[in-house]
């Protein structure tokens, strides 16, 4: 879906970037996982490299605790240009009552 192009005409450039990025990764740990390498070949070659990239990043982490993963994210998401978009805050200081985007 996220390749079709209409879906890339709607989409803000670094957003749909980053998300081709990260489902074109998801692709490749799947093709590795299930033996089916031709999984992420409908991604153009620029994407696949970004997804390497953010592979190597996930496998180069060494905590595999929930502060590893927030270094992880951390990481993705200044590779991705999206660190100004992420902001981690502990659950007891998160709001109540829902999500409000503002």
């Known amino acids: 879906m996220v390749?079709?192009?209409e879906v890339r005409a709607l989409t803000a450039r670094t957003v749909y970037r980053a998300n081709v990025a990260i489902n074109?990764?998801?692709a490749q740990?799947?093709?590795l996982l299930l033996g089916e390498p031709a999984l992420p070949s409908p991604y153009p070659n620029q994407s696949r490299k970004e997804a390497l990239k953010l592979l190597r990043e996930f496998?180069?982490?060494t905590d595999p605790s929930h502060l590893g993963d927030v270094a992880t994210?951390?990481?993705w998401s200044q590779s991705l240009g999206l660190s100004s978009w992420l902001k981690?805050?502990?659950l007891s200081q998160a709001p109540t009552?829902?999500?409000s985007f503002t």
């Open 3 to 5: 390749l079709r192009p």
């Open 24 to 26: 074109c990764a998801f």
């Open 29 to 31: 740990f799947l093709a």
């Open 59 to 61: 496998g180069a982490q």
């Open 73 to 75: 994210s951390k990481r």
């Open 88 to 90: 981690w805050t502990r």
């Open 97 to 99: 009552g829902g999500v």
